[in-house]
């Protein structure tokens, strides 16, 4: 009976939120087996029943999964840095924080976010004031400044500064902290493709500090849409966080037309929020929004695309395919590749079988979802 550590286990089960999947579903699934009364209060470096988790998982219809003999140093780092004694469950809530869209702190780890908008090989060498900033921790960033790493003339492979990186960790304090700090006016600070501290904050996905940036800041919103060279706009930016809560204050209360959010790749609302990994955002631009799902980006690459192609998130496909009956696997887009071609050529084999499987099973055969219905809370 093969046993691994809970560290081990949450980390390389997980490892792909460090770089550009954001398995979400990955983490509901770990979170719901640490939290049975069987694993409730294992410690981070006891063993846990390897073989039992696999067979839970594929009680829910995922993949199996396969721990490597050693850690690499990055996760290992990691997960150093948010090492804690309490119990499994807290362990991973340590790991991946996700808290309310009314909370001042981070939604979710900002440099978990910053992987995902960013090319690898720059990811592959950040330095310290990025980390800290990205942290959304005032005392991390201090050490950064204190030690000559952060200065306000530092720039990302973007364009992006301290507090572009501040709040897309989603931290009020850390925005706060850095615009006092280092002087930075947040009204001349943009990126190179001119987007703003506004749309890196709507990236968070955090309601509370969006606000707070137009309001402190006298910064409005439709004017960060304009300065986009991309045409990026806060409810894109909201989508691709994922969070329902932020994408529904961007359309109620900003009343911003979905309709019209579509970046100069065309890419659209739905598109944004198949990218998030969370089918809960792609739920709510597909009811709420009504967005349609046989919409196009500049390239002829539609929603499945998107899904088997980036977020190669199962559950997304299934639930699109559910939707839209005609969404067609074998669609090429301007390249001449289909969704199918995209999902067979992921590397990661059994993320490949999973999405694969999830394009070419019949609907009829699919287990019956959990449709539950999204409800976002009022802005």
């Known amino acids: 009976m093969k046993k691994v550590t809970l560290q081990k286990l949450i980390l390389d089960y997980t490892e792909s939120l460090y770089f550009f999947q954001r398995e979400d579903h990955r983490i509901k ?41 050693k850690s690499t140093d990055t996760v290992t780092t990691l997960f150093k840095q948010f090492k804690t004694n309490t119990t499994g469950y807290n362990t991973f809530s340590t790991l991946f924080p996700r808290a309310s869209s009314h909370d001042e702190e981070k939604l979710d780890d900002g440099l978990t976010r910053y992987k995902r908008l960013m090319d690898p090989k720059t990811i592959a060498a950040l330095s ?5 900033c990205l942290s959304g921790d005032p005392k991390k960033i201090k050490s950064a400044i204190d030690q000559k790493e952060l200065t306000d003339e530092k720039r990302d492979a973007l364009g992006a500064n301290a507090l572009h990186l501040a709040a897309l960790s ?18 001349e600070s943009n990126n190179n493709a001119g987007e703003d501290v506004l749309l890196y904050s709507a990236r968070s996905g955090n309601v509370t500090l969006m606000r707070h940036v137009m309001k402190e800041f006298e910064i409005h919103y439709a004017e960060s849409n ?3 060279k991309y045409d990026n706009d806060v409810l894109l930016c909201t989508a691709w966080s994922g ?11 900003l ?17 944004c929020a198949i990218l998030s990994g969370n ?31 980036i977020s190669q998130n199962p559950e997304i496909i299934i639930y699109l395919r ?24 992921i590397q990661d084999k059994t993320v490949k079988e999973a999405v694969v499987d999830a394009l070419k099973t019949p609907l009829n055969k699919i287990a019956v979802q959990d449709d539950k219905k999204i409800e976002p809370r009022k802005p």
């Not at 969070?243 to 209360?253: G, L, W």
């Not at 009343?255 to 598109?271: A, C, H, P, Q, Y």
């Not at 590749?337 to 067979?344: G, R, S, V």
């Open 29 to 69: 699934l770990l979170k719901e087996f640490l939290n049975t009364e069987e694993n409730l209060l294992l410690r981070d470096d006891e063993e846990i029943n390897f073989t039992k988790f696999n067979d839970f998982i594929k009680l829910k219809k995922q993949p199996p999964v396969t721990i490597d003999e």
């Open 128 to 132: 310290h004031w990025q980390i800290a």
């Open 170 to 187: 989603g931290s009020i304090s850390a925005v706060n902290y850095v615009v006092k700090k280092l002087k930075i006016n947040p009204l």
């Open 226 to 228: 304009e300065k986009s």
């Open 243 to 253: 969070n329902v809560d932020a994408m529904h204050y961007s359309t109620k209360k």
């Open 255 to 271: 009343e911003i037309d979905s309709v019209d959010s579509v970046d100069r790749f065309g890419k659209n609302t739905l598109m």
């Open 279 to 309: 089918v809960d955002a792609v739920k709510y631009a597909v009811e709420k929004l009504n967005l349609p799902l046989t919409s196009i980006d500049s390239e002829k690459r539609n929603a499945l695309h998107y899904a088997a192609g």
């Open 322 to 345: 559910k939707q839209a009956k005609n969404l067609n696997m074998n669609v090429p887009d301007m390249h001449g590749h289909t969704p199918l071609w995209y999902a067979e050529h």
